[in-house]
């Protein structure tokens, strides 16, 4: 079945508010050296020009409403640690100081995610593969490629939800120079 026009117009959509996203999160780590202003006013003019068309088909409402909502949410989330960073104050993206406990030198965690079901939290995984990719590309592997990637995470879930936990914890770190992907229930911490 052919997508319609505005279904491709969603799809482009959703990859500009990611590339935003991306954007934001590479500033304020520090790697942008200021906010990606260019790429949010042209996520924005995206936004309004949907916002006033007349949406029959409800499927397409619905996820254009989602969308829509995800990024007034991120703006929001933006500006206040804009405004944070601005008052010399800690935002919500602040660092806090010194390593955690079960860190040691020459590592860094690159991201945490936890799930109860990978399929129905496609948001959080497409992050934590994102994070996997960017840590591989870090020193110099390959990345994976995703459907291999959401087989593992979901195989590993349904393994560990079979002890008796509800929600599994992964960790992609980089150690001495090589990526480590990592499952813990979050019940035991095994």
Do not use: C
Not at 6 to 31: I, S
Not at 42 to 61: C, P, S, W, Y
Not at 62 to 79: E, G, K, N
Not at 154 to 166: H, I, M, S, Y
């Amino acid at each position: 079945m052919p997508i319609s026009e505005f279904e491709r117009e969603l799809q482009r959509l959703e990859v500009e508010l990611k590339k935003l996203e991306t954007e934001y999160n590479q500033y304020f780590a520090g790697r942008l050296p200021r906010p990606p202003w260019e790429t949010r006013s042209k996520v924005e003019a995206l936004v309004k020009q949907h916002d006033r068309r007349h949406i029959q088909n409800t499927g397409e409402r619905f996820r254009f409403q989602t969308i829509q909502s995800r990024f007034r949410t991120l703006v929001d989330l933006w500006d206040r640690a804009l405004r944070a960073r601005e008052e010399g104050r800690a935002g919500p993206f602040a660092q806090k100081r010194g390593a955690p406990a079960d860190t040691k030198p020459g590592s860094r965690v690159m991201h945490v995610a936890s799930f109860r079901d990978p399929m129905k939290e496609m948001d959080n995984l497409h992050q934590l593969y994102d994070s996997l990719v960017q840590a591989r590309q870090s020193v110099g592997e390959e990345a994976v490629p995703f459907h291999k990637f959401a087989e593992l995470v979901k195989t590993q879930v349904t393994k560990l939800k079979a002890t008796g936990n509800e929600e599994v914890a992964f960790r992609v770190a980089v150690k001495d120079g090589k990526v480590a992907f990592t499952a813990k229930d979050l019940k035991t911490g095994k």
